[in-house]
């Protein structure tokens, strides 16, 4: 009877050792992925595959020794009467079923992100469409296929949550979160793509988008395309000898935000074949500079290169009229200023998709004989009246 005894013992342990060695390997499938991509530019993304799921992290673009958010993308078809995986991939990070069929998106950016990737159809709903140049965006937005949703500060949540809504995607900024819409439950897309150092690395979040979306293939296409046409003009400028000098943007109210070297922007014009008067600015975000600093370091700069947004072109006549100084300027006295009107052209509508579009303009601006037969798309010569 003793032996008996010891020998059920020996195998209840050995049971509870064979279900724990199993548990085990079950909560391993999730701690091991079977991929991680190998991202060539975006800094602030990393998307590992699982079996079953893929689990996206976002470096906090504020604090890069953090991890800001990390989601779990998961086939519905997988998640679907299985309450007790849900729980359980949820654990792991925001869970997100896949692939997404409506998406509210607060910026005007990936409103025409999800137009170019032919994603229309699955946007129920926009921020802000005044901001908006897409001719069939607007037209939806009037017809009420998709739904305007006011600000992107304060957007009407009755609205969000009647759509039926499955993501909301917005951008991130420091030190503010996203008021009445963080408590709907609904998974907040933090595309903080705009934090990128690298043009191409705000491309490269599409691959993101594209697993959200269930494009992924198409979304790796445009990707690839894109840093093919991008490299390509890069190329062109790469053998220069000389380069001219520029500054950017103009004073806002008492300051001028002056973009850092670091930045897209700042990669952007250099990739062009421009000398940058603030290449000594590292990060990726702008200073704010009195117009008296900026005036010391860029007053012989060759170009000044600026966005704005009006209803008319701006002219040298508006410059001087907004700031007298400006005229003191030396791309002022030699009429080479050009401006970007964000309200007429697709500016911020092709920034994360086809920045090398905007290479192409820059190029032309600063070398014009490198590409002889571009018509500017984005940035003109100022009007003198």
Known sequence: MFYKRIIILLVSISLLLSSASCGHRGTAAFDEPQS???????????????????????????????????????????????????DTLGKLGILVPTPVEKAVIYT???????????????????????????????????????????????????????????????????NSGYGAAEKLGIPIIEAADYMESHPLGRTEWIRFYGLLFGCRQKADSVFNATCSRYDTLKNVCKQLQTRPTVILERKWGQTWAVPSAGSYVGCLHRDAGADYVFAGLTGTSSVHMSFEQVFEKGCDADFWLM???????????????????????????????????????????????????????LIYIYHPELLPDHRLKYYFPLQSK
């Not at 001719?135 to 739904?147: G, M, P, Y």
């Open 307 to 361: 966005k704005y947004g009006g209803n008319r072109p701006l002219t040298y006549d508006d410059l001087k009229r907004e700031y007298l100084p400006y005229s003191e300027f030396n791309a002022f006295k030699t009429l080479n200023i050009y401006a970007c009107n964000t309200l007429v052209t697709t500016y911020y509508d092709d920034i994360t998709l086809h920045p090398d579009q905007i290479l192409a303009d």
């Open 108 to 174: 005007s950016v990936h409103a025409a992100m999800a137009e170019q990737l032919g994603l229309l159809d699955k946007v129920v709903g926009v921020c802000e469409p005044e901001y908006i140049t897409s001719s069939e965006i607007l037209r939806r937005v009037e017809n009420q296929t998709i739904a305007d949703l006011g600000q992107s500060t304060s957007p009407n949540v009755e609205k969000i949550i009647n759509l039926n809504t499955e993501v909301i995607i917005a951008s991130p900024f420091e």
């Open 36 to 86: 991680v991509d190998s991202l060539l530019y975006a800094n602030g993304l990393k998307i590992a595959y699982y079996k079953d799921f893929t689990k996206v992290t976002l470096r906090d673009p504020w604090d890069t020794l953090k991890t800001r958010k990390e989601y779990v993308l998961a086939p519905k078809s997988l998640l679907n009467g299985r309450p007790g995986l849900t």
